[in-house]
């Protein structure tokens, strides 16, 4: 990575002479969109020998949403990223086969839906594209949009509860997590706040044992802000979020001031909130003995919990899965196309599957990661880490809970589960990652004129 | 919001890093949060693996055991099982064609209690998921293509086990029929008998169906022919025989031997009493002592045999073989390795500790028909794909070679008088050679239980030199009727089956 500058450097006028990637992007995008169609037929095949009858229909509306996001690439971020878009595309569509597998099982169908949703959230990423030329004017809204997500993450508390968590708004026949859109309008304040004061937050204060404490009046805002997300989700039981805004909120301090001390900080505010919601939530206390006992309901003769059933269903996957339509994970009871569907990726595309999708995770990561460090001004480096960070931990939190590395927490793989919020953002967060990374590898202005 | 440094500074305040590098540690930390979970998904898909697909409550196992239609086991190319699509997670269930009739054969399969016996021991093949069965069998693992059931053909004659459930009846009893010169089970029955069928599913009917039948106390489901043991009788006065033939105690079955009257067995001052006063003077010939049942004349040549040979001859007729599958597993027949001379005197007659299962007194009876060539008894003669396509077909084993061929002239000669002249008469066969022993043993405290009757033969057509087709032991426990003896009782079933082995 030492050598990057230098190759940037080199790279210009061979992108120019080459062109920018787009035309690679289009053939992945294509490829993307094959592997989703032939995970139809599979389907189809596995269960009712056949090709699905719908399995063209499915293809086509995938293919058709991927060419106009790709159109809307080449028009307005033409030296974009070409990885961004296909990968989301894979994802999506890889999350549209398992829920359309899913559907099998008796139950309401949902792939439809799911269509729907993404479908509105490829309009989303075009709209954003179109509309947002520059990154930058984000900056503006910062402190508009910290008000906006307060406001989201406080609606659901006025609503019922769905199974035990407070995060759901419901109108209707439609249902919405408002602390899905919450998020991406959090990474944008928490960019901006600490782009305009990472020097103060960097410098003052003084030292305690190794660690520079930062003043404060500077942490106390930063407190406040903590504070009241972390309340208004464990008030609504759903810690799943409140652990994946904490952990993007010490990530982008640390990023923008270097201070492992924000990092110790952190930790400790983590660890007594972790102690206290345990001590005080049943919900919680309940996750957290299941998750360092997932056997124990078994040998006490209450049969298998979802946690165990989780990892029966990935140990029947072994390394090369039973092939989509023939696991079981239907055994796993509810939440199986949302919270779970990670275990049907195990159980049915096995541990070669499931490595393929986490590798499609980390190089979308790596990608946002990059485009952030490639960027000059410190809000959209910011925000593009706190972006691509924002998808590896809320990917760690969910599949390290169904996978039993840390305690469960109700929450959404990211483009793959079911759940039309969950979808949306994911197409906006990839929007703004592709707008930056189109900035990042741009040639100076002048000679792009 | 107006950022408070110019644009495009790499490094960071004060000679800290800036976001290149702290941007960079905290990409390598997303990155080691996606490592953790490929790591604990190799743990729990690889290593854990097998620990997880076997915990009891994981029904994948057994849903996809039930996934397909079980093959099936063969009776004369006939299939005796079949499957039932029930309409619930698991697909099929196990059907019996004749379910009384076969259960000593087949055992069960059922969704609720498992699999035993044929069912148990072939498990893999029936449905499916022996590697065996694979066309391909990379291709097949990497596939996971699931084939279908293979069928277990087995040795049974359908006439001869119809036969042997019709001779007992009503009576609790077992029979085990042999073709001595394979060792292939002809038949096998217990009864009373049950229905496998009937507990097959997962419904409160089948379960209602396996708890009456666990808590009958006549125990339908224990299989008598291998799995219980009872004391022989006189019926172990063959293996004696052989045993003082082969070791040259005694050379002419008609000359008087030295066996004294009234025989006090050493060490002791009891007589060893006979069931017939005909037996009771010295100098019997080995031939006027089986025909007659003679327990002094045996118990005295068994104590001059020697525990020795006396040992070795009952283990080669499969006695002490904790391990005698067919293929599934018998119980262990005993014959005391340890005994005093009074013990073994006794232990010769079939009584003291000697206790045998129908299976193997029908060896003693197969080893006498085969020039003591003992095989090893099976109850499969193949294993075949579903469509028939073979794939293990089992040999013919030599079990033990018991004796000579001269020995098993004289015992087949001691074993036809038996039937001609003797106790056997119930057996005899028009146009049959047959030959036999009766055995009447005593059991209970001071022999007060019902005795059981025993029955052990051979028969081939007349006239003939061939191996015989069919040997068999029958033993009859607890019979209702009022005079219990092996002649009177178990004989006219041996003759049946083997009538219809015969009459093949």
């Not at chain 2, 002592?289 to 118990?299: E, I, K, P």
């Not at chain 2, 077909?393 to 074993?415: D, E, N, T």
């Amino acid at each position: 990575m030492a050598t990057d500058s230098a190759t940037r450097a080199a790279r210009v006028p061979r992108a120019r002479r080459a062109g920018t990637g787009r035309w690679t992007e289009l053939v992945l995008v294509l490829a993307a969109v094959g592997v989703a169609v032939l995970g139809y037929v599979e389907v189809g095949v596995n269960i009712d020998g056949k090709a699905p009858p719908d399995a063209a229909q499915y293809g086509a509306a995938l293919g058709v949403l991927a060419l106009l996001a790709h159109a809307a690439v080449r028009w307005r971020a033409r030296w974009a990223d070409p990885l961004l878009l296909p990968i989301a595309v894979l994802l999506n569509g890889i999350g549209l086969v398992v829920i359309y597998r899913l559907d099998r099982n008796p139950g309401s169908a949902a792939a439809p839906t799911q269509l729907l949703w993404s479908t509105l959230g490829v309009g989303l990423f075009i709209a954003v594209l179109l509309l947002l030329r520059d990154h930058r004017r984000l900056q503006r809204y910062a402190y508009v949009g910290a008000f906006v997500a307060l406001v989201l993450l406080v609606l659901p508390v006025f609503f019922p509860p769905v199974y035990g968590s407070r995060i759901w708004i419901t109108l209707g026949p439609l249902s919405f997590q408002p602390g899905e859109f919450a998020k991406v309008l959090l990474a944008i304040f928490f960019a901006a706040y600490l782009a305009a004061h990472r020097d103060a937050l960097a410098l003052t204060g003084r030292k305690v044992l190794w660690f520079q404490l930062p003043l404060g009046r500077v942490l106390g805002p930063v407190l406040l802000i903590w504070a009241a997300f972390v309340g208004v989700l464990v008030l609504e039981t759903d810690l799943g979020t409140s652990l994946l805004f904490f952990g993007l909120f010490v990530v982008m301090l640390y990023v923008a001031t270097a201070r492992t001390g924000w990092i110790v900080i952190g930790l400790l505010l983590s660890a007594l909130a972790a102690v206290g919601v345990g001590w005080l939530s049943p919900h919680v206390h309940g996750r957290v003995t299941e998750w360092l006992h997932p056997l124990a309901s078994i040998e006490a003769g209450q049969g298998a919990n979802q946690i165990a059933q989780s990892l029966f269903a990935f140990a029947w996957g072994g390394q090369l899965g039973t092939g989509l339509g023939l696991g079981h994970s239907a055994l796993i009871g509810f939440a199986t196309k949302s919270d779970f569907i990670l275990a049907t990726v195990g159980e049915e595309l096995g541990l070669t599957g499931l490595f393929a999708v986490l590798l499609l995770y980390a190089l979308l990561v790596a990608r946002g990661f990059k485009a952030g460090i490639a960027l000059r001004d410190p809000f959209g480096r910011l925000l593009a880490i706190g972006l691509a960070a924002l998808v590896a931990i809320q990917v760690f939190v969910v599949a390290g809970g169904v996978l039993d590395l840390i305690p469960l927490t109700g929450m959404t793989l990211p483009f793959i589960a079911q759940g039309g919020s969950s979808v949306v953002t994911n197409w906006i967060i990839v929007a703004l990652l592709v707008r930056m990374s189109d900035l990042a590898r741009r040639p100076a202005p002048e000679e792009d004129a | 919001m107006r950022t408070t440094r110019p644009e495009g500074t790499n490094g960071g305040p004060d000679g800290l890093p800036g976001i290149s590098t702290t941007g960079r540690r905290a990409g390598t930390f997303c990155m080691l949060l996606i490592v953790a979970l490929a790591l604990q998904a190799t743990r729990v898909q690889v290593f854990q693996k097998d620990e997880l697909d076997h915990n009891a409550a994981n029904q994948r196992a057994t849903i996809q055991r039930y996934s397909q239609p079980r093959g099936n086991l063969l009776v004369a190319g006939q299939p005796v099982t079949g499957s039932a699509e029930t309409g619930g997670r698991y697909a099929y269930q196990r059907t019996y064609t004749d379910g009384p009739l076969y259960a000593a054969v087949t055992g069960y399969s059922s969704q609720t209690y498992g699999n035993t016996q044929l069912e148990g021991v072939y498990d893999d093949v029936l449905s499916g998921t022996d590697p065996k069965l694979a066309g391909w069998a990379v291709w097949d693992a990497v596939t996971r293509q699931q084939q279908p059931g293979g069928d277990v053909v087995t040795t049974i004659d359908p006439a001869a086990q119809r036969a042997a459930v019709q001779g007992l009846g009503s009576q609790k009893g077992a029979v085990a029929a042999i073709e001595p010169a394979t060792g292939r089970i002809l038949a096998l029955v217990s009864t009373p008998s049950y229905d496998p069928g009937s507990f097959a599913g997962t419904s409160a009917a089948d379960q209602n169906a396996w708890k009456k039948l666990q808590d009958d106390p006549e125990q339908p489901m224990l299989n008598r022919a291998l799995r219980q043991i009872y004391p022989p009788g006189s019926t172990f006065k063959v293996v004696t025989a052989a045993a003082a033939l082969a070791s040259g105690v005694v050379t002419d079955v008609d000359a008087p031997t030295d066996a004294p009257y009234p025989y006090v067995m050493p060490g002791t001052t009891t007589p060893l009493d006979n069931d017939t006063s005909a037996c009771n003077r010295a100098g019997l010939s080995l031939d006027e002592a089986m025909t007659l049942s003679c327990n002094s004349v045996m118990g005295y040549l068994g104590v001059q045999t020697g525990l020795d040979r006396m040992t070795a001859m009952a283990q080669d007729f499969g006695f002490n073989d904790a391990r005698l599958d067919v293929p599934v597993r018998a119980a262990r027949s005993n014959f005391d390795t340890d005994m005093n001379q009074s013990q073994l005197a006794l232990s010769s007659i079939g009584q003291y500790d000697t206790a045998a299962t129908p299976l193997v007194m029908a060896m003693v009876a197969a080893g006498a028909a085969n020039d003591g060539q003992v095989m090893s008894p099976q109850l499969v003669d193949k294993l075949t794909k579903a469509d028939g396509t073979q794939v293990q077909l089992m040999h013919p084993a030599l079990h033990h070679q018991a004796f000579g061929a001269g020995v098993a002239r004289q015992l087949r000669q001691l074993m036809v008088d038996v039937v001609e002249n003797g106790t056997g008469r119930n057996a005899r066969i028009p146009g049959a050679e047959v030959g036999g022993k009766t055995g009447t043993a005593q059991h209970g405290v001071d022999n007060s239980g019902t005795p059981y009757a025993w029955f052990i033969a051979w028969a081939r057509p007349a006239g003939s030199t061939a191996v015989p087709p069919v040997a068999v032991a029958v033993v009859v426990a607890d019979s209702q009727a009022t005079d219990v003896t092996g002649g009177g009782l178990a004989a006219p079933v041996a003759r049946s089956v083997m009538q219809a082995v015969l009459n093949r």
